[in-house]
Structure formats: C-alpha cells, structure tokens
C-alpha cells in the first residue's frame, strides 16, 4: 500500500519543529480505524537552521518541508 501526504505552508511561522505524528483513516466494510503515523525525521539540507535542543542533523518532516519552501537556500 502506497499513501501520498499532501502538505501546504501557508504560515511559515507556525509549523511546529516537534514531533507531528499524520492521523491515517482507514475505511473497511466492518468500519473505519484512525492510527497515526510519525514520518521520519529528514537529514538537514544546506541552508535548513538547526532547533536547540535537537538532533544538529536531522529536523521532523513538516519541519523540512516548510524549511525548504519558507526559507529557500
């Protein structure tokens, strides 16, 4: 099974740089099930800030993503 997470920054600000687990729904003839699912925390990319505090090399996902698109190297 293949699932593709679709993310928009619309406030860079705002996203947290702690752990944001993703809540996946799953709908099957006997009803639906939530779990959620942590991505893995992505490498630091030339231009990514570090968080004190924190892995020095590694930010979570929505982190990296909004990293990459707020502040562009």
């Given at each position: 099974m293949e699932?593709?997470?679709?993310?928009?920054?619309?406030?860079c600000?705002?996203?947290?740089?702690d752990e944001?687990?993703?809540?996946?729904?799953v709908?099957?003839?006997w009803?639906t099930?939530?779990?959620h699912?942590?991505?893995p925390?992505?490498?630091?990319?030339?231009?990514?800030?570090?968080?004190?505090g924190?892995?020095?090399?590694?930010v979570?996902?929505?982190?990296?993503v909004?990293?990459?698109v707020?502040?562009?190297?």
């Open positions: 699932a593709v997470l679709v993310y928009q920054v619309t406030d600000a705002a996203v947290p740089a944001w687990p993703v809540p996946v729904t709908r099957r003839t009803g099930a939530t779990g699912v942590q991505p925390s992505q490498p630091i990319q030339v231009g990514q800030r570090a968080y004190p924190r892995d020095p090399f590694t979570q996902w929505q982190r990296g909004a990293d990459m707020c502040y562009p190297s």
